[in-house]
């Protein structure tokens, strides 16, 4: 999770962690880079956090985290259900290459205020 109480060097420098451990152990089969959903969060309601990542922020921890990672993590995956379909998108562009998964009353996400739903239609997802 990222955009929280976090500065950019704690993020560089939690990237380089996983992938060191990646070298050490390759254990990891995928990289799932989650911004912080703040609307509802008790962190953030007690002052203790910040309102999440910006738009561009969150774009930018997926295409950084693919440079970072490769070649030893192949797969960044992209959560529609904190980015929402334009979001996604824009990762997908970026350097992700997986598109979430299937949630089954996805309760966490929506409880700390997202709004993007608990489902996409494959066709919106093939957009």
Same mark, same amino acid.
């Given at each position: ?25 390759? /254990? ?88 993007? /739903? ?10």
């Amino acid at each position: 999770m990222f955009g929280h109480v976090e500065e950019t060097y704690h993020v560089a420098r939690h990237l380089l962690r996983i992938r060191d451990l990646q070298q050490e152990t390759r /254990g990891f089969t995928e990289f799932v880079p989650l911004p912080f959903v703040h609307m509802e969060a008790p962190i953030y309601l007690k002052g203790k956090a910040r309102k999440g990542p910006k738009y561009r922020e969150a774009v930018l921890i997926h295409a950084v985290s693919r440079i970072v990672l490769n070649p030893l993590i192949n797969n960044i995956q992209t959560s529609w259900g904190k980015m929402g379909p334009s979001g996604v998108k824009a990762c997908l562009d970026a350097g992700a290459n997986d598109l979430g998964g299937t949630l089954m009353n996805e309760s966490i996400t929506r409880a700390a205020g997202t709004n993007h /739903g608990q489902e996409m239609l494959p066709e919106t997802m093939e957009q």
